[in-house]
C-alpha cells in the first residue's frame, strides 16, 4: 500500500521524474490544480506535439472501454515521450463492486509510458479520518495509485503564501498585513490569490512599493462566510470547544447573528430531515436524491444524526425558531442566545 503523500513531497516527485498513478484529494482546489499545471508542464514540456500526449477523461459515466484505452494507450510512435492521462468525476461513492473491481484492474494494467492523475473534488470521495482510519475505498486506491492529500491550509501557512506572493510582485509590506490578508479576504485560495492581485496593483498604482493595512482595507473585499465551513462541521461532529471558539472569532469579525443562526439552523434541519427520513426506511440513493444531496456528504450527517434522536433534533429546531423570534423582536445580547444554542446544538 502506497503512503499518502502531501504537495511537498508531489513537488520532489515533479522535480526528480514522474512514474504510475497518482490520486488526488482534498479540500483544496486551489492546490489541486496547480500540481496538476505542474504536472502538465513536466510531462507534455511546451512541445507543440503535447496535444498528442495528453488525455482528459470524464469518467461520470464510468465507461471503461474508454478509460482502458487511455490508461493503455501511449503517444503514437512519431511523438517522444510519455503521455499524461487525467481521469475525472468518478463517482466514487456509486460504484457498485463490480465497477470497483475493474477500475483496480485497469489501474493495475496500465501502460508504464502513461502518467495518470485520478482528480477528485471536495464531497465527490470519502477519504475517511486520515492518518489512522483512511476510507476502505481510500486504502483500495492506495494498492495502485499514490494518494496526494491536499487538505485545506492553515492559517499560518496561508500567511506565508501571501508573503511570497506580494514578494513575487517586488513588494514589501508591514508587519501584520499577510495575517489581515486572510482575516479579511477567508481561507480560499482561488479569492485570496485574486485579492492579492488587486491590492498590489493598487500599491503600485499609487506609486508605493509597500503594503499597508490600510490598503488591505481599502481594496479588499470582506469575506462574510469566513470560518462557514468549519463551523458546520463542529456543530456536525459535535465539538463544543471548536464550535465556540469559531463563533467567538465571528464575534470578533461582527459577523451578523441572523447569518450566523441561519447556518447553525441548516445544520439542525438538515439533520432532522436525514434522520427522519432514515427512520422511514430509505436508503442512502433514496435520501441522496430526495435531498439533492451528495451521497459522500450524506454520509457525514448520518454519522452525525446517528448521535442524536429525532426527539432531540426537534427540540433543537425549535430552540433555532425560538432564538430566531428573540433576535428580531427583543433588546436581549444577541451573542448571548447564540452561545446558549450553540452549546445546546454540540451536546452529546
Not at 488526488?24 to 489541486?32: N, S, V
Not at 507534455?44 to 469518467?59: A, M, N, Q, T, V
Not at 486572510?182 to 485560495?189: A, E, N, Q, S, Y
Not at 464575534?251 to 432514515?278: F, H, M, N, Q, W
Amino acid at each position: 500500500m502506497n503512503q499518502i503523500i502531501n504537495s511537498s513531497d508531489l513537488k520532489d516527485k515533479i522535480k526528480f521524474g514522474l512514474n504510475g498513478i497518482y490520486f488526488f484529494f482534498g479540500e483544496e482546489e486551489y492546490m489541486k490544480q496547480f500540481y496538476l499545471s505542474e504536472i502538465r508542464k513536466s510531462v507534455l514540456g511546451g512541445d507543440e506535439d503535447g496535444i498528442f500526449r495528453h488525455k482528459k477523461i470524464s469518467c461520470i459515466d464510468f465507461d471503461t472501454e474508454k478509460m482502458t484505452d487511455a490508461l493503455q494507450t501511449s503517444a503514437l510512435g512519431f511523438f517522444e515521450g510519455k503521455t499524461l492521462c487525467e481521469l475525472h468525476e468518478i463517482q466514487f461513492s456509486s460504484l457498485k463492486e463490480s465497477e470497483w473491481k475493474a477500475l483496480i484492474s485497469m489501474l493495475e494494467d496500465a501502460s508504464p509510458d502513461v502518467i495518470t492523475v485520478i482528480y477528485t473534488v471536495k464531497d465527490e470521495f470519502d477519504e475517511g479520518f486520515i492518518p489512522k482510519n483512511p476510507s476502505k475505498a481510500l486504502q483500495r486506491l492506495a494498492e495502485v495509485a499514490v494518494p496526494v492529500h491536499f487538505p485545506r491550509e492553515s492559517d499560518l501557512k496561508l500567511s506565508k503564501w501571501t508573503s511570497r506572493h506580494f514578494i513575487s510582485e517586488k513588494l514589501s509590506f508591514e508587519n501584520g498585513v499577510c495575517e489581515l490578508m486572510v482575516t479579511r479576504c477567508g481561507r480560499d485560495m482561488f479569492v485570496l490569490s485574486n485579492e492579492i492581485e488587486k491590492v498590489s496593483a493598487y500599491v503600485k498604482a499609487c506609486g508605493r512599493s509597500t503594503v499597508t493595512a490600510e490598503d488591505v482595507k481599502t481594496v479588499c473585499c470582506q469575506n462574510m462566510e469566513i470560518n462557514a465551513f468549519d463551523f458546520s462541521n463542529a456543530l456536525l461532529e459535535a465539538d463544543t470547544d471548536k464550535a465556540m471558539a469559531i463563533l467567538s472569532d465571528m464575534k470578533l469579525r461582527k459577523e451578523k447573528p441572523v447569518i450566523i443562526l441561519g447556518s447553525v439552523t441548516k445544520v439542525i434541519a438538515d439533520l432532522y430531515t436525514v434522520k427522519t427520513l432514515i427512520d422511514s426506511g430509505l436508503n442512502d440513493r433514496e435520501i441522496s436524491k430526495e435531498l439533492k444531496m451528495h451521497e459522500y456528504k450524506l454520509g457525514i450527517y448520518k454519522r452525525s444524526a446517528a448521535k442524536r434522536s429525532t426527539v432531540r433534533l426537534k427540540k433543537l429546531l425549535r430552540f433555532c425558531c425560538d432564538t430566531d423570534v428573540k433576535l428580531k423582536s427583543t433588546s436581549l445580547e444577541s451573542y448571548t442566545e447564540l452561545d446558549k444554542l450553540v452549546i445546546l446544538a454540540t451536546m452529546r
